[in-house]
């Protein structure tokens, strides 16, 4: 067992950001003291969100092996559900290791499956008491996973994107280009840094031009990811050469210290920055 698991995956902003919401409704609705969301992984079970009312008993980043887990249980059960009064009783999973670190008994736990149907992980609640749980229990349990598989319908959704919104265009030996187009957030921003530091390690950039002519300012945080983005690739040693500069952010950013502090090359278009680098377009 251990902390912060397997976690190079999708963030599921929303699946945490809803779950925190139906936890408490959960807790309340089953009368127990824990809640929480698990991922499925390649070797494990990793707590994804979770909600203790008293003591903390499933931190968020609790992993356990998927051989040792009540998930596994669940999963492999038919109906998708595995539920207990007492844990330290039942046959099963009182030979397992997590039995006695958590010394828990009451447990109910549902199948959480994205809307295509495949598992994606568990949806549990526990308590320190013993706890009988109905039908109309496991059924209250089951419509909360509904509720949550959309969530994870739309974060995987999202992640896909953020792969297709990174148009890093290789245009010569050690010469890229990056189109930064629409809203960066803070899930594209981090996106975009791991790609864009990637490539030029691995193609061994020398010049990256980065285009704004496509993007839309309606995120606070994006100057900082810009500023830290460049110096990465400063410290790597790579040199930035930035075009497409619209009005709105030329405005927006005139005060910003840490850009002008950068000493960027600007220049009006990406014909311009692939002359200032060294390569020229030949008509044919």
């Given amino acids: ?28 609705q089953l009368n127990v003291s824990t809640t929480y969301v698990t991922r499925r992984g390649e070797t494990a079970m990793t707590v994804l ?8 008993i499933i931190p968020e980043g609790y992993s356990v092996e998927y051989g040792g887990t009540y998930c596994r249980l669940i999963i492999m059960n038919d109906g998708d559900v595995m539920h207990t009064a007492n844990l330290m009783k039942d046959a099963v999973t009182r030979q397992l290791e997590v039995t006695d670190q958590l010394q828990v008994k009451g447990f109910l736990g549902v199948t959480l ?28 349990l089951q419509s ?10 739309l974060d995987e959704t999202r992640y896909q994107m953020g792969f297709l919104s990174v148009p890093i265009i290789p245009i010569t030996e050690g010469v890229s ?33 980065i285009d704004l002519s496509k ?8 100057p900082n990811f810009f500023f830290k983005m460049i110096t990465a690739l400063q410290l790597m040693g790579a040199q930035a ?39 020229n377009l030949i008509k044919t």
């Fill in 215 to 222: 993007l839309l300012l309606r995120e606070k945080e994006f």
């Fill in 113 to 140: 499956k994205d809307l295509k149907g495949n598992v994606f992980g568990t949806l549990c609640v526990m308590d320190k008491e013993e706890k009988e749980f109905s039908g109309e229990d496991i059924d209250f």
């Fill in 241 to 279: 050469v930035i075009t497409g500069v619209t009005p709105t952010f030329a405005k927006e950013q005139i005060k910003n210290h840490d850009l002008r502090n950068l000493q960027l090359k600007v220049v009006k278009n990406i014909q311009q920055a692939l002359q200032c680098v060294g390569y």
């Fill in 49 to 56: 969100s979770s909600y203790n009312e008293k003591e903390e």
């Fill in 144 to 153: 909360m996973a509904g509720i949550l598989s959309h969530m994870i319908d």
């Fill in 1 to 28: 067992m251990n902390v912060d698991g397997e976690n190079k995956v999708p963030h599921f902003y929303s699946l945490r950001s809803v779950s925190q919401k139906l936890f408490e409704v959960i807790t309340k």
């Fill in 177 to 209: 280009i990056l189109s930064l187009q629409g809203i960066i957030d803070k899930e594209r921003a981090d996106q975009i840094m791991t790609d864009v530091l990637h490539d030029a390690a691995h193609n061994e950039i020398d010049y990256f031009i």
